[in-house]
């Protein structure tokens, strides 16, 4: 079974960086795209950035230019660099695969952005 563990979140002033990790079990992730997906306080899961097995990537126009989604395929980990942070960046983080619906969801990694 797929398991995912993301880490790298923590407590950060408005304007820092964070780098958030993904690590994924099991031999589907490199055909797979990716997406980090964040949920703010009282809010749905929102699909914030992904990235193809290629290498392509997309990204929600609210984090376009501040955060970069990036993979290595031979570990199996898929990160997003956030700059810029904004208080509105609050909130759990979780990846998943973009496509694959009935991967269970990790604990997700907790981002506090301070004003």
């Known amino acids: 079974q797929v398991q995912l563990v993301e880490s790298g979140g923590g407590l950060v002033q408005a304007g820092g960086s964070l780098r958030l990790s993904c690590a994924a079990s099991g031999t589907i992730f490199s055909d797979n795209t990716m997406g980090w997906y964040h949920q703010a306080p009282g809010k749905q899961r929102e699909l914030v950035a992904s990235?193809?097995?290629?290498?392509?990537?997309d990204y929600a126009d609210s984090v376009n230019g501040r955060f970069i989604i990036s993979r290595d395929n031979a570990k199996n980990m898929v990160y997003l660099h956030m700059n810029s942070l904004k208080p509105e960046d609050s909130g759990v983080y979780y990846c998943?695969?973009?496509?694959?619906?009935?991967?269970?969801w990790g604990q997700g990694t907790q981002v506090t952005v301070s004003s």
């Open positions: 998943n695969f973009r496509y694959l619906t009935t991967i269970p």
């Open positions: 990235i193809r097995s290629g290498g392509s990537t």
